[in-house]
C-alpha cells in the first residue's frame, strides 16, 4: 500500500480543505486495517450494499441514527469503500483500503474531534467540523451557528459523499436538529439512509475500545430518496429526517 501511495504522482495533492490527498489515503488505510478484523467478523452484517452501486460522484448525503462516536464512521469508511469498488455486502479482503474513495466526508463536533491525537487523525480521514449550537464540553448551550459550517458541508458535498447524523448525539431521546435540514434544503442532495444496529452493544461509545466480540451488529444501506426537498419547509424536512431516522 506505502509503495502505491508515494508511486502515485499526484500524492502531493490538495483536497478542497487544504489536507494533502496523500495522507489522508494514508490514515485511511491505517485505520481501516487495525480495523478490519472486527469487521470481517461473522458478527458483523452488511445489507443493501447494491444501493451504493451507479450513485452520483457528487452531492450524496447519507443519513444514519447515531450510536459511538468514532466506529459509526469508521464502519461505513470500510462498507463505501468496499461497495465502490464492487463488493456485496462484504468487506473480508482489504484490497479496497489501497487507493480509498477519497471524497468521502462525514460531520463531526468540534468538541470531540479535537481532544486526542487519534481523533486528530480520524479527522484527517475526512471530518467536516462543526461547531455544535446547543451543546458544548457535556453543558447545553444556546449559541449562533458558526457562518462557516454551512459552508464547509457545501463545499463537500460538491466535491463528494458526506454522512451525516442528524441527531448530533448518541441519545436516541434527543430530537433531530434543524441543521440536517437546512444542509438538505439548501444543497438538495441525494439521501442514502443508513441504519446501525448493536454497535452500543460491540463498541465503547465514546472511544476505541471493543468491549464485547460476540454481539452481533449490523449496518443496512437502505435505497436512495430521490425527492426534491428544496419546496419543503424546514419542520417538514425535520419530520421527514425522524421518520428516516426511525
Same mark, same amino acid.
Given at each position: 500500500?506505502?509503495?502505491?501511495?508515494?508511486?502515485?504522482?499526484?500524492?502531493?495533492?490538495?483536497?478542497?480543505?487544504?489536507?494533502?490527498?496523500?495522507?489522508?489515503?494514508?490514515?485511511?488505510?491505517?485505520?481501516?486495517?487495525?480495523?478490519?478484523?472486527?469487521?470481517? $467478523?461473522?458478527?458483523?452484517?452488511?445489507?443493501?450494499?447494491? !444501493?451504493?452501486? !451507479?450513485?452520483?460522484?457528487?452531492?450524496?448525503?447519507?443519513?444514519?441514527?447515531?450510536?459511538?462516536?468514532?466506529?459509526?464512521?469508521? #464502519?461505513?469508511?470500510?462498507?463505501?469503500? $468496499?461497495?465502490?469498488?464492487?463488493?456485496?455486502?462484504?468487506?473480508?479482503?482489504?484490497?479496497?483500503?489501497?487507493? %480509498?474513495?477519497?471524497?468521502?466526508?462525514?460531520?463531526?463536533?468540534?468538541?470531540?474531534?479535537?481532544?486526542?491525537?487519534?481523533?486528530?487523525?480520524?479527522?484527517?480521514?475526512? #471530518?467536516?467540523?462543526?461547531?455544535? $449550537?446547543?451543546?458544548?464540553?457535556?453543558?447545553?448551550?444556546?449559541?449562533?451557528?458558526?457562518?462557516?459550517?454551512?459552508?464547509?458541508?457545501?463545499?463537500?458535498?460538491?466535491?463528494?459523499?458526506?454522512?451525516?447524523? %442528524?441527531?448530533?448525539?448518541?441519545? !436516541?431521546?434527543? %430530537?433531530?436538529?434543524?441543521?440536517?435540514?437546512? =444542509?438538505?434544503?439548501?444543497? !438538495? %442532495?441525494?439521501?442514502?439512509?443508513?441504519?446501525?444496529?448493536?454497535?452500543? #452493544?460491540?463498541?465503547?461509545?465514546?472511544?476505541?475500545?471493543? =468491549?464485547?466480540?460476540?454481539?452481533?451488529?449490523?449496518?443496512?444501506?437502505?435505497?436512495?430518496?430521490?425527492?426534491?426537498?428544496?419546496?419543503? $419547509?424546514?419542520?417538514?424536512?425535520?419530520?421527514?429526517?425522524?421518520?428516516?431516522?426511525?
Amino acid at each position: 500500500m506505502f509503495i502505491y501511495l508515494v508511486n502515485n504522482k499526484n500524492v502531493l495533492k490538495k483536497n478542497i480543505f487544504g489536507q494533502t490527498i496523500f495522507l489522508k489515503r494514508l490514515i485511511i488505510g491505517f485505520v481501516g486495517l487495525i480495523t478490519h478484523r472486527t469487521f470481517r $467478523s461473522k458478527k458483523f452484517e452488511i445489507k443493501g450494499s447494491k !444501493n451504493l452501486f !451507479n450513485l452520483p460522484e457528487t452531492n450524496v448525503l447519507f443519513v444514519s441514527n447515531h450510536q459511538t462516536y468514532f466506529y459509526d464512521v469508521i #464502519a461505513m469508511l470500510h462498507v463505501l469503500n $468496499s461497495s465502490v469498488k464492487g463488493r456485496i455486502d462484504s468487506v473480508k479482503r482489504p484490497k479496497y483500503l489501497i487507493n %480509498p474513495k477519497i471524497n468521502l466526508y462525514y460531520i463531526a463536533s468540534l468538541e470531540t474531534m479535537k481532544k486526542s491525537l487519534i481523533t486528530k487523525l480520524l479527522t484527517y480521514a475526512g #471530518a467536516v467540523l462543526v461547531q455544535r $449550537s446547543w451543546r458544548d464540553s457535556g453543558e447545553s448551550v444556546s449559541r449562533d451557528i458558526r457562518l462557516e459550517d454551512p459552508d464547509k458541508i457545501k463545499l463537500a458535498l460538491k466535491d463528494g459523499w458526506v454522512i451525516t447524523f %442528524p441527531r448530533g448525539t448518541t441519545d !436516541n431521546s434527543k %430530537p433531530i436538529r434543524k441543521g440536517t435540514a437546512h =444542509i438538505i434544503k439548501t444543497n !438538495n %442532495p441525494l439521501i442514502v439512509p443508513i441504519h446501525l444496529k448493536g454497535f452500543k #452493544a460491540v463498541f465503547q461509545r465514546n472511544g476505541l475500545r471493543v =468491549i464485547n466480540r460476540k454481539k452481533d451488529f449490523s449496518i443496512e444501506i437502505m435505497k436512495p430518496l430521490r425527492i426534491d426537498m428544496t419546496k419543503k $419547509s424546514i419542520e417538514e424536512i425535520t419530520i421527514e429526517l425522524e421518520k428516516i431516522i426511525n
